[in-house]
């Protein structure tokens, strides 16, 4: 199976914009399904966004959906987010997730198979 790896993460003001990169090692990135989820201190992971495998549908959570958007390119073997108007709830660490399963709920963490270690993505007021 893939291993993920982060980046892109780091300190912005609030209103600004970061991209974060997944990186997949491996084959067969073309077949798996590609999530990002968020954690803040002292709370639960949570959805971001999700982009499927074959047709590339994408799903967003509410909290981010119009200012946040994913994507994929899997000549390189990586899926970006891409954020705009950060704002300082949006302060936490950013991860990125895979599965090659059928999946029901994009949303849920339990979904995905493979996770990477995470970018920590910081917004000041």
């Known amino acids: 199976q893939v291993q993920l790896v982060e980046s892109g993460g780091g300190l912005v003001q609030a209103g600004g914009s970061l991209r974060l990169s997944c990186a997949a090692s491996?084959?067969?990135?073309?077949?798996?399904?590609m999530g990002w989820f968020r954690q803040a201190p002292g709370k639960e992971r949570e959805f971001a966004a999700a982009?499927?495998?074959?047709?590339?549908?994408?799903y967003y959570a509410d909290s981010v959906k119009g200012r946040f958007s994913i994507s994929r390119d899997n000549a390189k073997n990586t899926v970006y987010l891409q954020m705009n108007s950060l704002n300082t709830e949006d302060t936490a660490v950013y991860y990125c997730?895979?599965?090659?399963?059928?999946?029901?709920?994009?949303?849920?963490?339990?979904?995905?198979?493979?996770w990477g270690k995470g970018t920590q993505v910081t917004v000041s007021s």
């Open positions: 997730a895979a599965t090659q399963r059928y999946i029901d709920i994009y949303s849920q963490t339990s979904s995905y198979s493979v």
């Open positions: 982009i499927t495998k074959n047709d590339g549908r994408t």
């Open positions: 491996g084959r067969s990135f073309s077949n798996y399904h």
